[in-house]
Structures are given as C-alpha cells and as structure tokens.
C-alpha cells in the first residue's frame, strides 16, 4: 500500500535530486532518514541531494508513519515492491542481519546503489556475495561503519601516518554498552543465531575490527574467547524496536556471544587487543581506543568524540599527554561547527557517512566505508569465531575475491 504527500521541491531541485528508499524502518532507519533530509544543509556543495520517496517495512503502519513524519511519498510492507519502482536511484537497507544478503544482491541486481549497515548478513560469505553484485553491476556503496566518520578519528589517523607516533607497538580498541545488561531485555532477533548471527562479535566487535583496519592496517592472526552471561531472555509479544524490555512470560535461549576479547597481531608487527561487551553493566557506548606507538600515544573515547588525548615527542619515560579539541580541519568537521571544543554528536556522523555515499554515486569512485570494508571485516570476525572454537590462533582468511 501507498501513501501520498505533497511534493515540494522546486523543478531545479527535483533534477538535482537522487531518489532514495529506506528498508526497515527501526531505529537505524530513522537515522539514515534524518542524514538524508539533513547532508544539504551540511554539504550545500553537493553535486545531487537525495530525495526521500519510499520507506518499506513489514510492521503495521511503522512505514506508514515514517512516511508521514519524513515526507516520504510512499509506504510499503514488501521491500520487492520498492525496488521495483524505476525512480529510486539508491536504497538504504537497515532491516536486521539475517536479510541483509538477501535485500543487498537484490538492490546490486536492480541497479541501485548501496548504503548497508553492518554487519552486512550473518557470514563473510554473504558480506561477499553482496559486494561482487555490487561490482558486477557497477553500483557505488556504503557501510555504517560510522565511528571511523568522527573528525578527532580522521585526526588520529593523520597522526599515525605522519609517523608522529614512531613505530606502532600495542593498541586497545574497546566497545562496552549496557543494552542488554537487563535480564529481561526482550529475546529479539539479535540474541538468534538463525536471524542475528553473531551477537556482540556482529554488533559492537565489528565496528571495532574496522577502526582496527582503518587506523593500524591489515590483521594477521587472531586468538580470542567469548561468553554468554545471561543464557535466557524473555520472548517478546510483538515487534520490537531498539532494545526493549519484556518481563515475564516464557523465556528462550541466547544462542550467540554477550561478550568477546581477542589478541590480534597486526601485519605490521604489532598487537593488538579488541574487547567488546553488550551487558557491560554501568558502561553506555564506551567505545574508543588507546594507540601506543615508539615515539607517543594517542587516545578516544566516544563519549568525548571531539577530543584526543595525545602524548608525543621525545622523553619517551614521563612524556606529557594532553587533552587536544579538534575542529575544523580535521575530518568533516568544519561542514558542522565553525570552532574548536564544540561537540557533534552520533546522528553527526551519519549525516557524514550519507554525504561520502552521495559523492561517490556523482563522482564514480569509493568514498567512505564501502561494502568491500565489510567484507574485510567479516573475514577477522570469522576468524575470531573459529579461534574459539578451536583455541587456537587463527589467520584471517581472505577467500575470494577482495577489494578491487
């Protein structure tokens, strides 16, 4: 079914536009609603601004009341419908793991680019399927792998490649949230394997791996262990959105990981650790990272996304660390705030992530995280998975084709 609003854009607008549709409209849908309706106003350069038309989702009237909250001009309850409307030029896909694979090849296949959110299905295998229907059909795209998007991320990455740091010795990359520190949070599809996958390793590890990638290169081998803390949750009694409480009623069982630590060595020579907890009581998205290097130190933490805190230079024993505000300068920050020390925040770094993804539909060429940084991903989350079972090191195996 449909529904219809008023369209206002001006004839010059509507030609510059990019038709765009959502699939999956909980949480992670709204967000890529709100960047959508918000990149012109950062990014006023763009050479085409996306034009919200259709949300699918199969709740009842969740689509519907998303299109009317965003101007979009048609809602449906089967995602195939939307794909096949010959307007829509790019498709977010923010419906949960299990279809990502599915709905992924199927846009690939219809020609329209890509904007996925991770973990990109349940496998490397289905991560990889995606990305070669990309390929083959020559359509650009994205990946939520948002927290490499945050300005003081890019200012650290500079950091590292001026070689400010020396040598990279050891790094610790850390992901803790109290989502489903509650006994009863709702046994969604998240906690099943069948529909989630992996648990925190998909959600939270995942993003990670890739600031791991991103900032230190490629992973050589990884050793790691996982547990399950709360075996059984409550079965919800309908449709849920974002992290929702069930109390009472019958209870099924968690089949995936609350919680994961691996010992990576890096290609280059150093170790690594990744830790990431989703019932990690008393921590709310305490995600960042401390990166030791020969000649210095540099450090984020989330929760203070706008700051570093760097220690470099020559004393080696008793070096001064200081807290550095980044601004404009440093990554997209300056299409945000025109001064140092004023914070962005998540939505921020999303509107980033949908503008990288408009830029390479114009220009051709990557722009951001793309589904090949997915796949890299998934290839070391794989290798963590067989690490615990098998308590061993593991090597990452780059099976098939990888990034062109």
């Given at each position: 079914m449909s529904?219809?609003?008023?369209?206002s854009?001006?004839p010059?607008?509507?030609?510059?536009?990019?038709?765009?549709?959502i699939i999956?409209?909980g949480?992670m849908?709204?967000?890529h609603?709100?960047?959508y309706?918000?990149v012109?106003?950062h990014?006023p350069?763009?050479?085409?601004?996306?034009a919200l038309?259709a949300i699918?989702?199969?709740?009842?009237?969740?689509?519907?009341?998303?299109a009317r909250?965003?101007?979009?001009?048609r809602?449906?309850?089967?995602?195939?419908?939307?794909?096949?409307?010959?307007?829509l030029?790019?498709?977010?896909?923010?419906?949960p793991n299990?279809?990502?694979?599915e709905i992924?090849v199927?846009v690939a296949?219809?020609?329209?680019h890509?904007?996925?959110?991770k973990?990109?299905?349940?496998t490397?295998?289905d991560?990889?399927?995606?990305?070669?229907?990309?390929?083959?059909?020559?359509?650009?795209?994205?990946?939520?792998?948002?927290?490499?998007?945050?300005?003081a991320v890019?200012a650290?990455?500079?950091?590292?490649?001026r070689?400010?740091?020396?040598d990279?010795t050891?790094?610790?990359?850390y992901f803790?949230s109290?989502?489903?520190?509650?006994?009863?949070?709702a046994l969604?599809?998240?906690?099943q394997?069948a529909?989630?996958?992996?648990?925190v390793?998909?959600?939270?590890?995942?993003?990670?791996?890739?600031?791991?990638?991103?900032?230190?290169?490629?992973v050589?081998?990884?050793?790691?262990?996982?547990a399950v803390?709360i075996?059984?949750?409550?079965?919800?009694?309908?449709?849920t959105?974002?992290?929702?409480?069930?109390?009472?009623?019958?209870?099924?069982?968690?089949?995936?990981?609350?919680?994961?630590i691996?010992?990576?060595r890096?290609?280059?020579?150093?170790?690594?650790?990744?830790e990431?907890?989703?019932v990690a009581?008393g921590?709310q998205n305490?995600?960042g990272?401390e990166?030791?290097?020969?000649a210095?130190v540099v450090?984020?933490?989330f929760r203070?996304?706008?700051?570093?805190?760097?220690?470099v230079?020559?004393?080696?024993q008793?070096q001064?660390?200081t807290?550095?505000?980044?601004?404009?300068g440093?990554?997209?920050y300056?299409a945000?705030?025109p001064?140092?020390?004023?914070?962005?925040?998540?939505?921020d770094?999303k509107?980033?992530?949908?503008?990288?993804?408009?830029?390479?539909?114009a220009?051709?060429e990557?722009a951001?995280?793309?589904?090949?940084?997915?796949?890299?991903?998934a290839?070391?989350?794989?290798?963590?998975?067989?690490s615990?079972?098998?308590?061993s090191?593991v090597?990452p195996?780059?099976?098939g084709?990888?990034?062109?």
């Amino acid at each position: 079914m449909s529904i219809d609003t008023a369209a206002s854009s001006r004839p010059s607008e509507r030609h510059r536009s990019v038709p765009v549709g959502i699939i999956g409209f909980g949480w992670m849908g709204r967000v890529h609603a709100q960047a959508y309706l918000r990149v012109r106003h950062h990014y006023p350069d763009l050479v085409q601004f996306p034009a919200l038309v259709a949300i699918a989702d199969e709740a009842p009237g969740r689509a519907q009341d998303a299109a009317r909250q965003f101007g979009a001009e048609r809602a449906l309850t089967d995602w195939r419908a939307l794909l096949d409307d010959p307007e829509l030029r790019a498709v977010s896909v923010t419906a949960p793991n299990f279809l990502h694979r599915e709905i992924g090849v199927a846009v690939a296949e219809s020609g329209k680019h890509l904007w996925i959110e991770k973990p990109v299905g349940l496998t490397a295998a289905d991560a990889l399927d995606v990305a070669l229907a990309a390929d083959t059909q020559g359509v650009r795209t994205a990946v939520g792998f948002n927290y490499r998007n945050a300005p003081a991320v890019a200012a650290a990455r500079e950091l590292l490649a001026r070689g400010e740091l020396g040598d990279i010795t050891h790094a610790r990359f850390y992901f803790l949230s109290d989502y489903a520190a509650h006994p009863d949070g709702a046994l969604s599809w998240r906690y099943q394997q069948a529909r989630g996958g992996n648990g925190v390793l998909g959600d939270l590890a995942s993003h990670a791996v890739d600031l791991v990638h991103h900032l230190l290169g490629p992973v050589d081998a990884v050793v790691a262990d996982t547990a399950v803390f709360i075996p059984q949750r409550p079965l919800p009694t309908g449709a849920t959105s974002g992290h929702e409480l069930a109390a009472g009623g019958a209870r099924g069982l968690v089949e995936n990981e609350d919680y994961v630590i691996a010992q990576m060595r890096m290609a280059s020579g150093a170790r690594c650790s990744v830790e990431a907890s989703r019932v990690a009581v008393g921590e709310q998205n305490a995600y960042g990272f401390e990166i030791h290097g020969t000649a210095g130190v540099v450090g984020w933490d989330f929760r203070r996304i706008g700051e570093l805190r760097v220690g470099v230079g020559a004393q080696y024993q008793d070096q001064p660390v200081t807290t550095r505000f980044v601004g404009p300068g440093d990554g997209e920050y300056g299409a945000f705030q025109p001064g140092s020390a004023i914070a962005l925040g998540y939505d921020d770094l999303k509107v980033i992530e949908a503008q990288r993804f408009l830029a390479s539909i114009a220009s051709g060429e990557p722009a951001g995280a793309t589904i090949w940084d997915a796949v890299a991903a998934a290839r070391v989350i794989e290798a963590i998975g067989e690490s615990v079972r098998t308590g061993s090191w593991v090597r990452p195996e780059a099976s098939g084709p990888t990034a062109p």
